[in-house]
Structures are given as C-alpha cells and as structure tokens.
C-alpha cells in the first residue's frame, strides 16, 4: 500500500445547538483538514508513467470541489439552530445540515463527499481535522489497516 496526504485550509463558522458553553454560540475556525489516500491494491513494483497513485493536483480539485469550495467562508448550523432563528436561511453563505456542526460530524461529511469523488484505484485512508492549532478530530477506514 502507498498512501499519500494532502493539506488544505478553509475558514468557517458555526455553532453548537444545545451545548452549553461558549460553542453554543456563532463562531469561527481556521480549519486545516489532512487527506490521505491510499493504493487498493500492493504495488510489486515501480508505478507505471507517470509514476503517480494520484496527481497531487488532481486531489486537490477532488478536496476543492467536493469541499473547500462548500466550506470556505461558510456557516454552518443544524436544522435546529436555524429553526430558531427565522431569518437565517435567508443568508447567502449559509449550509444547513442535519446534525450538530461539530468537527466529528464535519469528518463524517467530508468522509462522504471525497469518497464519492475517487477513482475506483484509490481508498480514502484517513483524515484528520484542526479546528484549532491544538484540537482536532480522526477518522480512518480501519478495514484499509
């Protein structure tokens, strides 16, 4: 297996509907989301031209499309949260979701839109999202291990 990581950055904002504590509040993050593929099968030997399991550019339009473009510069509240709020959805650069917009569910989603998006030759191995220098959240396909 060869795996491979790329790096992206996005800023966004949310809030914690029912959290109670400062989250529960709009907020912003400047997120850093670590993507790493992997090959689905064991490479024997040297990759065939041009010797790539992906083109680094080629993932990032994949991340980019599927969602940087979706969450950069976004809020992002739960259906509840908005409810609250009637005048929200009225927003331009507002993305309702059906969950609490925490940086687990934010893996979950970002887990589904990617895998989505990749070539049958690749697996989405792991990620790993910053909400802050210090705090972050994982997920890896264990069955890849």
């Known amino acids: 297996m060869i795996k491979l990581t790329k790096i992206f950055h996005f800023e966004m904002a949310h809030a914690i509907h029912g959290y109670n504590g400062p989250c529960k509040n709009i907020h912003g993050h400047s997120y850093e989301l670590h993507v790493t593929v992997a090959t689905r099968s064991i490479i024997p030997s040297y990759i065939p031209d041009p010797g790539f399991i992906i083109d680094f550019k080629e993932l990032a339009k994949i991340v980019s499309t599927s969602v940087i473009v979706n969450f950069d510069h976004k809020l992002m509240l739960s259906r509840p949260f908005v409810n609250l709020y009637p005048s929200f959805p009225s927003l331009e650069n507002l993305v309702i979701v059906e969950f609490e917009p925490t940086v687990e569910n934010m893996l979950i989603l ?4 990617i895998n989505h998006s ?14 802050t220098k210090s705090s972050y959240a994982e997920w890896t396909d264990t069955n890849l291990l």
């Open 118 to 131: 990749l070539s049958d030759h690749l697996s989405l191995l792991a990620l790993k999202l910053y909400e």
């Open 110 to 113: 970002i887990k589904d839109r």
